[in-house]
């Protein structure tokens, strides 16, 4: 078995959310919690995949807009949508999803994409679910370098406002 195949198959109990019709998984770990959506504020100068920040407990998240980030038809965030709240291994973000679908468990491992979408970073691995493929988000390659860049800016300047 190869490191990348190694990578995908470490967790087995996973996060699902659905976006439209589709549905996505992140590992149980990576997931602090789930919340209702909130008013999230514009964030100026953030990469276009980052609808704006969040206050949670007294921390400023960036909110990522999956939408833009898959090419879903946007909308605007919803009442009846959530955030879900995770980690990379730089920092914490939110999520914006239609509504998240519990925990599973998968004793399987989930068949690696790096073959079949090499061009999908963000991809970690697909795994078979009774209403159909899940596909699992690796946060750690959601933005790219120049992305997170000018999402270090963004938090930074919003931060100095907030401290003045």
Same mark, same amino acid.
Request: zero cysteines.
């Given at each position: 078995?190869?490191?990348?195949?190694? &990578?995908?198959?470490?967790? *087995?109990?996973?996060?699902?959310?659905?976006? @439209?019709?589709?549905?996505?998984?992140? %590992?149980? $770990? /990576?997931?602090?919690?789930?919340?209702? #959506?909130?008013?999230? +504020?514009?964030?100026?100068? /953030? %990469?276009?995949?980052?609808?704006? $920040?969040? &206050?949670?407990? =007294?921390?400023?998240? %960036?909110?990522?807009?999956?939408?833009?980030?898959?090419?879903?038809?946007?909308?605007?965030?919803?009442?009846?949508?959530?955030?879900?709240? #995770?980690? *990379?291994? *730089?920092?914490?973000?939110?999520?914006?999803? &239609?509504?998240?679908? =519990?925990?599973?468990?998968? !004793?399987?491992?989930?068949? /690696? +994409?790096?073959?079949? !979408?090499? @061009?999908?970073?963000?991809?970690? =691995?697909?795994?078979?679910?009774? @209403?159909?493929?899940?596909?699992?988000? &690796?946060?750690?390659?959601?933005?790219?370098?120049?992305?997170? @860049? /000018?999402?270090?800016?963004?938090?930074?300047? #919003?931060? =100095?406002?907030?401290? *003045?």
């Amino acid at each position: 078995m190869n490191a990348a195949a190694r &990578d995908v198959a470490a967790p *087995t109990h996973w996060v699902l959310f659905a976006l @439209d019709a589709g549905r996505y998984a992140l %590992p149980l $770990a /990576a997931v602090e919690r789930i919340v209702r #959506a909130a008013e999230v +504020t514009p964030l100026p100068l /953030a %990469p276009p995949v980052v609808l704006g $920040a969040l &206050d949670v407990g =007294g921390r400023i998240l %960036p909110v990522f807009d999956l939408r833009q980030r898959f090419r879903l038809p946007r909308r605007p965030v919803g009442l009846n949508d959530e955030f879900v709240i #995770a980690r *990379t291994a *730089t920092r914490e973000v939110v999520l914006a999803v &239609d509504g998240a679908l =519990g925990v599973v468990e998968y !004793a399987a491992p989930p068949v /690696a +994409t790096a073959a079949l !979408a090499p @061009d999908l970073g963000h991809l970690r =691995g697909i795994i078979s679910h009774p @209403d159909g493929l899940v596909l699992i988000q &690796d946060l750690e390659h959601l933005l790219s370098p120049a992305e997170s @860049d /000018a999402l270090d800016g963004a938090l930074r300047a #919003a931060e =100095g406002r907030r401290a *003045t």
